[in-house]
């Protein structure tokens, strides 16, 4: 099983409808199943009579109408949520098509009256994705699309993600866990969030103590451990947004190319000593 990695994610106004969606590691724009039913006021549940169609498409009244096209996009894709779980979406390219599709059946007067209520929707459907079109294609014409995404962007990543959610977003990525336990061959399961207690001293060692001076040491203060002896938050939450986390991130790059360059533990260790110069260490704000 294949799966990907979202490297965005976010909501669409679509009609009169909110659309969950993200961007994968492939450049495939994705949606999630659940939204694909409510772009069309579906419960998701129902009865699936076509195998390997969704059950919105999966009437035999309606197997005339499936395009080729359509049987391209409608397998699920699969791809990591941010805790890291696997879920499956569609391709959005679905939406558009499942459109095409019940109003070509209404066309053709081969749908039930149970399925009235879908062609409705799509309507609404497709006129707005004709408006969201005729707007992307005059943005990209002008060169507005780059004074779009300087000053609408920030707007609108603050309509879906709260800055509770941006504290708490993922700094480590996926690669840094593989490549450390490659390195000790060791067995990576992506879709557990639970790691070997190491973990913490290897990130302390090779991530943290490379920040500037007495950094390590203030986070410890910001950030002590209970009476469990667990921290609460990961330290990264208290790196400043303009210069302690881009820091930290050009840090964790950097390591993980080291990591991917060396066959074990020793050669790792070797190879970082070489690359990472403490003399040549910036200086961070927290």
């Not at 450390?180 to 060791?186: A, S, V």
């Not at 020793?266 to 704000?285: A, C, G, P, V, W």
Request: charged share 25%; hydrophobic share 35%.
């Amino acid at each position: 099983m294949e799966v990907f990695e979202c490297t965005h994610k976010g909501e669409l106004e679509l009609g009169n409808k909110t659309i969950s969606c993200a961007i994968l590691s492939n450049g495939r724009r994705i949606i999630t199943q659940t939204a694909l039913f409510d772009a069309f006021d579906r419960p998701r549940k129902g009865e699936k009579r076509l195998e390997g169609f969704p059950s919105i498409i999966g009437a035999k009244n309606l197997l005339p109408f499936i395009s080729d096209e359509l049987k391209e996009v409608v397998t699920p894709v699969n791809y990591y949520q941010q805790n890291g779980k696997v879920t499956s979406g569609y391709d959005a390219n679905l939406i558009p098509l499942i459109c095409d599709l019940y109003l070509e059946a209404n066309d053709h007067n081969a749908l039930l009256d149970s399925q009235l209520k879908i062609v409705t929707q799509a309507g609404i459907l497709v006129r707005a994705l004709a408006r969201v079109g005729i707007a992307a294609l005059i943005d990209e014409a002008t060169g507005y699309q780059y004074d779009r995404e300087n000053n609408a962007l920030q707007t609108i990543l603050k309509a879906y993600i709260s800055e509770e959610y941006l504290k708490w977003q993922a700094r480590f990525p996926r690669k840094y866990y593989q490549e450390i336990y490659r390195l000790y061959d060791w067995e990576f399961d992506p879709q557990s969030m639970k790691h070997t207690p190491y973990l913490g001293r290897f990130t302390n060692e090779y991530v943290y103590d490379y920040l500037p001076e007495g950094v390590l040491d203030e986070l410890r203060v910001k950030n002590p451990k209970n009476s469990k002896g667990v921290r609460t938050k990961k330290h990264h939450q208290y790196l400043t947004g303009d210069i302690g986390l881009p820091h930290l991130e050009k840090h964790i790059t950097k390591l993980i190319t080291v990591m991917e360059l060396s066959d074990n533990p020793e050669q790792f260790k070797n190879n970082f000593k070489r690359i990472f110069d403490t003399s040549n260490q910036l200086e961070m704000k927290l």
